[in-house]
């Protein structure tokens, strides 16, 4: 009698088993997002007077958005890339605008466009009036990121960034960077 008993208990909790089916949700994107990327790689500045590829890190890659569907967010995205000049820490950054969209749920692909601005580190300014500020057109960045991560409204994923820019400079000169970096991204949809 156990022995039919216990069959029988194996086979009912083997048939509810099958029965329940697994949900497959997809991660959830509406409403505000909210990022901000760490990361490092190549930075090359080219002057008429000199050109430099160096190693360089990318802080803080912030962008903020709108969902307009699931898997396609309008953004405004502040990249960029930091380098020394006269043994001072300056930005190579823009302000840009674009879009970012999901061709899967969890790889995405994006595009931007905007002002570039090539400016002292926020924390070498002891007076803005002093400080060396340059702007220029265009600013365009590429990228393409997998998301490695998510629970609830948060995701963690990894990115390669492509970034160029041009900033005017004040004689009349030009400075044209591009820099290419990888970067670990903390979201939230």
Do not use: C
Request: net charge positive; aromatic share 14%; hydrophobic share 40%.
């Amino acid at each position: 009698m156990q022995k039919t008993f216990l069959i029988l208990l194996m086979l009912v909790a083997q048939l509810s088993y099958g029965q329940t089916k697994e949900k497959n949700e997809s991660h959830k994107r509406d409403g505000f997002t909210m990022g901000i990327g760490l990361g490092a790689g190549t930075l090359s500045l080219n002057t008429k007077q000199s050109n430099n590829t160096a190693f360089s890190v990318s802080l803080p890659n912030i962008k903020v958005g709108y969902m307009l569907k699931p898997n396609l967010e309008i953004l405004g995205l502040l990249p960029g890339a930091t380098y020394k000049s006269e043994g001072k820490d300056r930005g190579f950054e823009a302000f840009m605008l674009g879009a970012q969209y999901w061709p899967k749920e969890r790889w995405w692909l994006m595009g931007a466009a905007g002002l570039t601005f090539d400016a002292a580190a926020f924390y070498t300014v002891e007076d803005p009036n002093t400080a060396e500020f340059n702007f220029g057109l265009p600013a365009l960045s590429f990228a393409t990121g997998y998301e490695v991560w998510r629970k609830g409204r948060m995701a963690i994923d990894l990115q390669y960034r492509f970034f160029y820019g041009q900033a005017q400079l004040k004689n009349n000169g030009q400075r044209k960077g591009i820099a290419n970096m990888l970067i670990i991204g903390f979201n939230m949809y």
